[in-house]
């Protein structure tokens, strides 16, 4: 009897299509692993030449499955963790360089209001001596 792994083996591409199931990146030079996660789960082949083969195969993919999900999990979990952590980091970072770049507009302005009233203050004097 022929188990039915074909509605498993298509979740699986399904999932994979809507992104639940991550494949590595293989371009980057460096790319980011989640270490605590351990290794990836090896997808399994799929035999199809007898049905003792495809049973066998059928059961090799769940199990995959099953591991390739907990993985998937443990690396979500561990990427926001440090995503989180590198958002906050910057987060601080802009807000020290606003807070430099806020006082030195204060001081400018007040500097400005300063000075303008000091002319103003001035030429009105001035402008009482000429007469």
Not at 46 to 71: I, L, P, Q
Request: proline share 2%; glycine share 6%.
């Amino acid at each position: 009897m022929i188990r039915k792994g074909f509605y498993l083996l298509a979740g699986l591409v399904a999932a994979q299509m809507c992104g639940v199931v991550s494949m590595p990146a293989q371009a980057a030079d460096k790319v980011w692993t989640a270490t605590a996660c351990g290794a990836e789960p090896v997808a399994p082949s799929v035999e199809v030449s007898s049905v003792d083969k495809y049973n066998a195969s059928v059961d090799k993919v769940s199990a995959y499955e099953k591991a390739a999900r907990t993985y998937n999990s443990c690396v979500a979990k561990a990427a926001v963790k440090e995503e989180t952590a590198i958002s906050n980091e910057a987060r601080e970072k802009i807000a020290h360089i606003h807070e430099g770049s806020s006082a030195v507009q204060k001081r400018i302005a007040g500097n400005f209001t300063k000075l303008t009233t000091a002319l103003k203050a001035g030429g009105s004097k001035l402008q009482k001596a000429e007469h």
